[in-house]
């Protein structure tokens, strides 16, 4: 067995890492990313010893897992990611021609 995916959406994150969440909800921004964002509580929580660095990581891996898993079930998600890519790699072929 190559894999188990434990959710098939965010609400199972979610509730894995109930304890992210609780300090999430007292960070300063609502779309705090918990990557060095002033007036973070989950860093914070980290910094006091409360929350442990390896279980952050592990949250923000599979954050980017259950968004690489929505757009490739999500067909306009993956079109819009499709553009985006192909304008990134168009500047930087013009950036290098000149």
């Given at each position: 067995m190559r894999e188990?995916?434990?959710?098939?959406?965010s609400e199972g994150l979610e509730a894995?890492?109930?304890d992210i969440e609780a300090l999430a909800e007292d960070c300063r921004f609502r779309d705090c990313q918990h990557q060095g964002e002033p007036g973070c509580a989950v860093e914070a929580g980290i910094a006091a010893g409360d929350l442990?660095?390896?279980?952050?990581?592990s949250y923000h891996k599979l954050q980017r897992?259950?968004?690489w898993l929505d757009q490739r079930h999500d067909a306009r998600a993956?079109?819009?990611n499709k553009r985006r890519w192909k304008t990134i790699h168009k500047a930087m072929r013009d950036r290098y021609k000149g």
């Open positions: 188990l995916q434990l959710w098939t959406t894995t890492f109930a442990s660095g390896d279980r952050l990581h897992e259950q968004q993956a079109l819009n």
